[in-house]
């Protein structure tokens, strides 16, 4: 009898000690499914540089968990057939918590208007995420006759005219861009968690996002939560959220916002 009990308690104990080894082994930092989901974009958009005469477009990234992710591959897609190397792609070997920099350039591209997308890579594991990115606006000259080979050209002032995209909270109150571009910043407690967009009834995952520690912030919330987005239409309102992520020491809290087209 004494043996079948030890008998039968190394083998609980052996089951227990295989699920701890398997279950160290898969949770990418105990936050996330996927390895993919650690991959933070903090902003995109058209860069303030040129290479060669052509514009870029610049991507910030970071690994968002405390944990090694490894490295990650982005896919670029422009949204222009014109560009040299339509779908660019890069790596990068080993993704932290620092941002990195990743520029892609739009050598070709015609004037108009362009809503690109990005596709990540996670190779740990090769989960996949794509993700929109924010539209942009390549002007054309200011005549008539544009001489662009019939690409889609948009004359200042004719079908994107100009006008505003506004974020508004509780929190933050009030502020006001140039279509279609919009962005939405608040001081925090808590340093990260997922934007959310409501749609119907539910709230949909958009991205993950992380704040940073920032001076403008006062000490009892020290994060600065800084979101960068596009609109894709031209009228109406979006309603979006923050969903922080609980800590040691905070509970997890929401925190809703709205973007409109006046």
Known sequence: MSKFIHSKLAKVISVLILSALSLSGT????????????????????????????????????????????????????????????????????????????????????????????????????????????????????????????????LPGSSYPAKQVCTSSTIAGKSCSEYPNWNYSICSTNPSGILQEKVGSNWVKLWNFKGTKDSTCESKYPYLISIDGSSKRTTGTTSLRLAFSKTATRAAWYDNFKVTLP
């Open 27 to 154: 949770s990418p930092a105990n936050a996330y499914n996927q390895w993919v989901d650690c991959v933070v974009v903090s902003s995109a958009g058209l860069s303030s540089f040129y290479s060669f005469g052509s514009p870029e477009y610049e991507i910030k990234i970071a690994n968002g968990c405390e944990a090694d992710m490894g490295g990650v591959t982005l896919d670029f897609d422009s949204g222009s057939y014109d560009v040299w190397g339509f779908n660019d792609r890069v790596s990068i070997w080993s993704l932290t918590s620092w941002r990195t920099t990743k520029t892609f350039s739009l050598d070709n591209i015609k004037p108009g208007y362009y809503s690109p997308t990005l596709k990540i890579t996670a190779t740990k594991d090769y989960s996949t995420r794509r993700m929109n990115l924010p539209s942009f606006t390549i002007q054309a000259p200011a005549q008539p006759s544009l001489g662009n080979n019939g690409g889609s050209a948009t």
